[in-house]
T-cell receptor, first 113, second 116 residues
Framework: KNQVEQSPQSLIILEGKNCTLQ??????????LRWYKQDTGRGPVSLTI?????NTKSNGRYTATLDADTKQSSLHITASQLSDSASYIC????????????FGGGTRLMVKP | GAGVSQSPRYKVAKRGQDVALRCDPI?????LFWYQQALGQGPEFLTY????????KSGLPSDRFFAERPEGSVSTLKIQRTQQEDSAVYLC??????????????FGDGTRLSIL
């Protein structure tokens, strides 16, 4: 069973709208939690990295939150653009070396005009 | 180039053939990772190098999979006697230093391997 669960699996929104993607994890303990954006046919691109002591981090129109007590994270996208259409992957890292990353299955977001 | 480069982008092979996938990490990046990504799934860890040392190969699914990074830069993932279940996208990632916590991994665009 995947220890990082994301919801929804897929989402369609209209351009300009906001949306929030969810990530629940059971991996413990963890070093940091990451969100990646993966365009179709491309490799994932890092959006945010948060340690367990951080509860929010922003990168432009992307804002990630983390509640280490409830083991939940969210990624909020503001004023969506067509180029935001992609898969968004939540990743929990067990250590600092980076070789113990547990990836969620991703949320596939489609932004329509 | 500025990013992680992988070649070939696409590889079709017959079952039983050997394949070799290449990864050129970002210059100066110490850590290098290989992942396998099935369609519609998140990447799964295969192996990890710090410079030329392969520190973790726990994710390699069988002894048909072999990875090397002899000079601490370019890496090759080799799959011997390929099987249909090996069909996937193979992603390579690099990061600046090891054991540095919040280092992002920079991914290449992957090699899409199809075994007929």
């Amino acid at each position: 069973k995947n220890q990082v669960e994301q919801s929804p699996q897929s989402l369609i929104i209209l351009e300009g709208k906001n949306c929030t993607l969810q990530c629940n994890y059971t991996v413990s303990p963890f070093s940091n939690l990451r969100w990646y954006k993966q365009d179709t046919g491309r490799g994932p691109v890092s959006l945010t990295i948060m340690t367990f002591s951080e509860n929010t981090k922003s990168n432009g129109r992307y804002t990630a939150t983390l509640d280490a007590d409830t083991k939940q994270s969210s990624l909020h996208i503001t004023a969506s653009q067509l180029s935001d259409s992609a898969s968004y992957i939540c990743v929990v890292s067990l250590n600092n070396a980076g070789n113990m990353l547990t990836f969620g299955g991703g949320t596939r977001l489609m932004v329509k005009p | 180039g500025a990013g992680v480069s992988q070649s070939p982008r696409y590889k079709v092979a017959k079952r039983g053939q050997d394949v070799a996938l290449r990864c050129d990490p970002i210059s100066g990046h110490v850590s290098l990772f290989w992942y396998q990504q099935a369609l519609g799934q998140g990447p799964e860890f295969l192996t990890y190098f710090q410079n030329e040392a392969q520190l973790d190969k726990s994710g390699l699914p069988s002894d048909r999979f072999f990875a090397e990074r002899p000079e601490g830069s370019v890496s090759t993932l080799k799959i011997q006697r390929t099987q249909q279940e090996d069909s996937a996208v193979y992603l390579c990632a690099s990061s600046l230093v090891g054991e540095a916590g919040n280092q992002p991994q920079h991914f290449g665009d992957g090699t899409r391997l199809s075994i007929l």
